[in-house]
């Protein structure tokens, strides 16, 4: 019989190497090489999963412990899903606040990949975009690298550093620190639950939704941008952008919270409802989160609007055509 070893740190250093090498180097070079373009993601995403199979195999890692893969419930599927959206909330929070402070960098970074993603057919963008990286670089980070370092320090170090590194790889400073709250939530799901399935959904569903959106926009005719710069709006459309953003961290809090009892369904804690009377407490912090949020957030919203009263007569004008057209 087989023996098994545990996959020690270097292991995960290890495989961290070769993803870098394939994500900065390899992959780009044969995407321009072969004029692959969103095609060259997809070999990329490809070379991740072998070099994490290649890393388990080589040191005799136990596959079904690196990779825990079981049958999901229904109940911990819908509150992954309540999870994403939580996150998801909290995360549109934390990049429009970082779109109100650096606008040009995070449009430019968010337009770039919105034109890559448009630039194949939806089918195939899906496929690369949302179903390879919930597979492959699942295995790598949340895999082989969350593994070889798990026990070695506490659960939440575990989870801070295999999500900052995740946000590392995106290659993109705009990107680092939404990327990494998600990887937070990601990591959180599978060691909550010790099933990867979960996690690959939540990764799945994050990317996927984007996609869906954009080509159905497209479809549409797409989006008429709005020329910020030229008509001196661009400071009041992002901070009231972030105001009403803000208004749903609450809610956003909330469907953490649900999604978070639904993951842990039947478990010790999580069997006298969503609310026990031992849990009131955390009931009253919520709703206070959400009311404040919402209080603040709209004031932040009316303020942008106040102290930029261009965007105001524009949205008044705009809303002017569109009743005379109707």
């Known amino acids: 019989m087989k023996a098994f070893k545990p996959l020690k740190p270097w292991h995960g250093i290890i495989v961290l190497v070769l993803a870098g090498l394939t994500i900065f180097f390899i992959a780009p070079i044969i995407a321009v090489v072969f004029n692959l373009g969103l095609s060259g993601t997809l070999v990329s995403e490809i070379l991740l999963l072998l070099f994490a199979l290649g890393v388990v195999l080589v040191f005799r890692g136990n596959f079904r412990v690196v990779f825990p893969l079981r049958?999901?419930?229904?109940?911990?599927?819908?509150?992954?899903?309540l999870f994403w959206l939580g996150s998801y909330i909290l995360v549109m929070v934390v990049t429009a606040l970082m779109l109100a402070i650096f606008p040009e960098q995070m449009s430019s970074t968010s337009d770039s990949l919105n034109n890559y993603f448009a630039s194949a057919p939806f089918l195939v963008s899906f496929f690369i975009?949302?179903?390879?990286?919930?597979?492959?670089?699942?295995?790598?980070?949340?895999?082989?690298?969350?593994?070889?370092?798990?026990g070695r320090m506490n659960k939440w170090a575990v989870i801070l550093l295999t999500s900052l590194i995740f946000g590392i790889f995106h290659g993109s400073i705009w990107r680092l620190l939404p990327t990494m709250c998600l990887g937070i939530a990601m990591a959180y799901l599978l060691i909550e639950t010790n099933n990867m399935f979960y996690n690959m959904l939540f990764h799945a569903v994050n990317n996927g939704i984007p996609v869906i959106l954009l080509f159905v926009i497209n479809a549409f005719g797409g989006m008429n941008s709005i020329n910020t710069e030229a008509s001196g709006m661009a400071g009041a459309l992002y901070i009231s952008a972030f105001g009403l953003y803000f208004m749903f961290t609450g809610a956003g809090a909330f469907l953490i919270y649900i999604g978070n009892h639904l993951i842990h369904l039947g478990r010790p804690g999580y069997q006298n409802g969503l609310f026990p009377k031992e849990k009131r407490k955390t009931l009253a912090i919520l709703i206070g989160i959400t009311i404040g949020c919402m209080i603040i957030g709209w004031f932040i919203f009316m303020l942008a609007l106040v102290l930029n009263p261009d965007f105001i007569n524009e949205t008044m004008r705009n809303a002017q055509d569109i009743r005379d057209i109707l």
């Not at 049958?71 to 899903?81: D, H, Q, R």
């Not at 179903?131 to 980070?141: L, M, R």
């Open 129 to 150: 975009v949302s179903i390879s990286p919930a597979i492959c670089e699942e295995a790598v980070f949340r895999g082989v690298f969350l593994n070889s370092i798990w």
């Open 71 to 81: 049958k999901p419930k229904l109940a911990s599927v819908f509150g992954t899903l």
